[in-house]
């Protein structure tokens, strides 16, 4: 068989809900399929190989028509028939014989999709016919062990990704066939004995009774993320989605049936958080994370209340005869329990939660007003995050800090990251150019770090592209170099000025210099300065001989 053809079964085998297993002559498993583990009760693949077959099935099920060591070492293709104890869920076990070895594939005999009726219409989500959050309760509620720990409760939580796009771009009408066809194909994901529910939106939840975990439920989470993965055709047009899925089971990292769900949740935000398309199992250290995320949370919902932020300033020069330019305001959260806490650590965190909208306005009356006690007329640079740009009050928050501390527009410049263009982009631009328009600054920060495309140069109004710090530590290489050359050549041929950001080393000062950088802001020349210090740098700056 070509060894393209072997990969692509071997990938089926790997996400299908029949089992594959190969056996030799004395029954023992050459290899194992995740969904052949899991109908018998294996640990893993890796672990099925060498395993006895008939062990494993003779403790737990009994074959209704055939002597199953027989079929080992039968000539001809058989069907045999297998009942697992207690359950009424028959496999079906085709074999096919070769040699030496036998190819298994094992089937489970479930019955017909409308068979899976619910009690009553109370128990039913109306759009897909699934189950709902109140038959999920029911039946978690009502769980009653029937065998070993390790055959125990799973919940396993899925999200949509994308799903609001296809909402918002094709209309409701779209999103709700969507949510049909992704029901049905959740459904022939799972077994008879699971029961599927759609919570809400784009949200499902597959509540595995009997499974064997922890790889009962992984193998039906990575069975869903396959299917997911694969296109849907909604009113013509080809859509594509995917699923994250966080897992939580009963003896397997949750001991109480009451934290299932939250720790299913709590499993799906650590799959998010990793990327699209991830199955997380639950683990113990993903609820303390969550602790000290909601603790944070608290603590920085106080912050502005009670007086921990205040702003350092950095001080921006000329690279030419290092006159002082200004300076770009920093936030620090000084917090009595956990010290000095760092911007990357919770405007991130702010973002999520919206804080930073606050935190945002604070941010810039304080600059503006603090501008205006310095001696001389200086610049401050004020970071804005993406999040404040979808208010619609951005405009006249930046209008109210000038007007309120007097400061002129000229002297206030707004950084803003690549990642105003990921979001709406048009309300970014129509208010970066409102705010253009009174004079303020706009520049680029972080440039080349992100994705966006360089027709947004021109289409937004940045008067300065700020290059960022790791092309300038990485300036030796020339890689590096040609990139940094490239951003001031692009800077100078669109009329924006270029400061070169993290300039630690002389030789880097140097170097962006002859390249025809025009700023400079970095160690080098001064580390973030505290407000009371301010007045000190300005005045030895200008005493200072050229
Ligand atoms: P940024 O705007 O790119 O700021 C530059 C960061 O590089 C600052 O870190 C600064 O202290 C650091 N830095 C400056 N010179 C050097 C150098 O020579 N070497 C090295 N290694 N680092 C240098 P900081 O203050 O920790 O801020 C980190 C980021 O947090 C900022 O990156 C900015 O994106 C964000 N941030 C800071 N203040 C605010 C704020 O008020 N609002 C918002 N939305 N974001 C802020
Ligand atoms: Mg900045
Ligand atoms: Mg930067």
Redesign the pocket.
Known sequence: MPNELTQIIGNCAQVSSLGFAVINESGVLVCANPSFCEMFFITSPEAAAGCALAEHVSSRFYSINADLSKAFTCPAPDIIELRLERSSEPLTMHIAAGNDLRMLTVNRVSKPLVDKKLPNNAYQDPLTGLGNRMLLNDQIANWQPSGPESLSLAVIMIDLDRFKKINDTLGHGAGDTLLKLVAKRILSATRDNDTVIRMEGDEFVVLHTIGFQPIGAISVAKRIVELMSRSFLIEGQQTNIGASVGIAALNHGTDNIADLLKHADLALYAAKAAGRGIVKFFEPALAQRAMDRRNLEIDLSRALGLKEFVLMYQPQVNMADGTLQGF?ALIRWHNPKRGLVSPADFIPLAEQTGEINAIGEWTLRTACKEAMSWDGNFSV?V?VSPIQFENESIVDIVRNALIATGLAPERLEL?ITEGVMMKDYETAQKHLWAIKKMGVGIAM?DFGTGYSSLSYLNSFPFSKI?IDQSFVRGESSPKSRALVQAIISLGASLKMTIIAEGVETKEQFDELAAGGCQSAQGYLISRPIATPAIAGFISDLKNKPR
Request: hydrophobic share 15%; no cysteine.
């Open positions: 770009e640079a970071n950084e920060d700020k």
